[in-house]
């Protein structure tokens, strides 16, 4: 035929895949070319994943154990920072605190975004503050930061305690049967009910087990590893995933979302009420004609805000709980030393847990920090170079759009910073040690004008917990638990296989 070039079909055919392979693999070795072209150190990518493959491929490297790679990978080359591949996007991995300090607060305004991918048309929730970046973030930072204040935090403590009731009894009932606790489940129950009454000022009921609240929370960190790639492959080609109205959530999950911020605010709206929560501090900076500009707020924007405080507040701070009491239970002492400090504080407060007898308990303090260095529940964060940005002390340039990733558990491991990494030592943060932790080294709520907003809320609360738990029973660490540790790669968010199986009795 006279559209073959060799005369044979099937010759034609093969010499047009392999062509179009030649292009491809051309056109990735382009790709990973990047940094050589800068003369900048970087890790040798693989196609097509780039330093990503252990990520993706089915041997599933978990990002905890992926970040701590990478970064020993710089460290071991003396590099205080290098150049990575996900899939043909170069990253640049910062190791060194003066650097990750310059992106975080110094050099902010060429770092204001943090690059997360979200479609605001297909997934109105996803406009929130953890992904908006510009000036629409910035106005939205400056209206939610007042939420947090101590004047605040003081007015949602009463929710708090009253959710510790359902806490303490459900950990009774659970006694009855003698069996170990899957302390995650349970603390994710309690911060459900929390969060569910400041965010969308709901009763949720997490312990009755039928709880719509508590089912869509784990839905949305359930699958997490297919979700990151579909966000992966929405960052790669941001137009095609506009096209087809590509989204992350689920529509059921995002309709029950909207309709519990929807009832509550028409509730509070016929009925003239209002209560001292997160949602109606939103209600408050709602206007009647906004430009949805993050300056006065839309129905949708006070939506996607409760929603964030949801997904941010709950699973983290029940993290930290599980792996401060997993830590506690292999070190006895530790243990005894939080509860005797409970104990004292308690007597000084008339037995009360409230926002003063919280606050001097110090060492607990000591124990959470300590836990959020070695479990931080975000192993990794980022920022997005903004505009051209000439590193400091070096001739390398970052451009526009690339991401940086500050590598939160590499540095939480690293000698350099703290001495004998793998042991739990919350006398590391005492009075007297604190000021050998340097600036920067500790990172678990991140770092400057974008840092964890709910980070005093988080640590409230997470100190509610463990005081109502350890003022009452003794734990110890069940068989159920598989040690040593590993950290699951499906989840996003630092998450023991098997979870955290605990033993307790009365005291
Ligand atoms: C132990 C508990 C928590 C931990 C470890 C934690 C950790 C983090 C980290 C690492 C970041 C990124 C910071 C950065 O990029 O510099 C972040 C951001 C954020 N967190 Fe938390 N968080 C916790 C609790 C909470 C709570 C209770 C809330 C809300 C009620 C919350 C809401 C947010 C929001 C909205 C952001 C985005 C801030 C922005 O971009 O302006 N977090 N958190």
């Known amino acids: 035929m006279a559209f073959l070039v060799s005369g044979s079909f099937l010759v034609d055919a093969v010499g047009v895949v392999v062509a179009l392979l030649a292009i491809l693999y051309t056109s990735f070795k382009w790709s990973f070319g990047y940094w050589k072209r800068k003369n900048f150190p970087y890790m040798e990518p693989s196609i097509p994943f780039g330093n990503l493959e252990n990520a993706l491929l089915p041997k599933k490297v978990p990002l905890f154990e992926n970040t701590q790679n990478w970064y020993n990978y710089g460290k071991e080359r003396k590099l205080k920072h290098f150049g990575l591949f996900f899939a043909t996007s170069p990253v640049y991995f910062v190791l060194d605190l003066g650097l990750i300090k310059n992106i975080l607060v110094t050099d902010f305004e060429y770092w204001v975004d943090r690059g997360n991918m979200y479609n605001e048309k297909s997934d109105p929730l996803s406009a929130h503050l953890v992904n908006l970046g510009g000036s629409r973030w910035k106005n939205l930072r400056k209206k939610l930061t007042p939420t947090f204040t101590s004047g605040k935090l003081k007015l949602m403590f009463k929710t708090i305690t009253d959710c510790s009731v359902f806490l303490e009894k459900a950990m009774d009932e659970k006694l009855k049967d003698k069996q170990s606790v899957d302390i995650k489940n349970m603390l994710g129950n309690f911060t459900t009910d929390v969060i569910g009454s400041c965010a969308f000022g709901l009763e949720c009921n997490s312990f009755s087990g039928d709880s719509d609240f508590r089912r ?19 960052a790669a080609f941001p137009r095609i995933a506009n096209f087809f109205n ?17 009832d509550t605010m028409r509730y509070r ?222 989840q996003f968010i630092t998450t023991a296989v098997g979870d955290i199986w605990l033993d307790y009795e009365k005291i």
């Not at 929370?217 to 929405?234: A, D, E, V």
């Open 216 to 234: 869509f929370g784990k839905k949305i960190f359930s699958n997490i590893k297919l979700r990151m790639i579909k966000i992966n492959l929405m």
């Open 269 to 490: 709206k016929e009925n003239n009420v209002s209560r001292k929560d997160f949602l109606q501090i939103l209600i408050d900076n709602q206007a009647e004609n906004s430009a949805g500009d993050g300056n006065s707020l839309t129905f949708m924007e006070i939506a996607a805000q409760a929603f964030v405080f949801f997904i941010a507040g709950y699973e983290t701070s029940a993290t930290t709980m599980t792996f401060a009491l997993f830590e506690m239970s292999l070190n006895q002492d530790v243990q005894e030393r939080v509860r005797q400090e409970v104990k004292e504080v308690l007597d000084r407060h008339n037995g009360e847990i409230n926002y003063d007898s919280i606050m001097e308990m110090k060492y607990m303090e000591q124990v959470m920090k300590e836990t959020l260095r070695m479990f931080s529940p975000a192993t990794v964060f980022s920022r997005k170079c903004v505009q051209d940005y000439k590193v400091p002390g070096s001739d390398l340039v970052i451009e526009k759009g690339t991401l940086a990733l500050i590598p939160v558990i590499g540095i939480h491991y690293d000698e350099d910073h703290f001495p004998n990494p793998a042991k739990f030592d919350p006398d590391r943060f005492s009075d007297e040690n604190i000021h050998n932790i340097k600036p920067f080294s500790h990172l678990a709520f991140g770092g400057g004008r974008r840092e964890c907003i709910g980070e005093r809320f988080g640590i409230m609360q997470s100190k509610v917990g463990l005081a109502t738990l350890l003022k009452k029973y003794k734990f110890t660490l069940s068989k159920k638990t598989q040690l040593p540790l590993k950290m699951d790669p499906s």
């Open 246 to 262: 590509m989204k992350i959530m689920e529509q059921e999950t995002t309709d029950f979302f909207i309709n519990a911020v929807k």
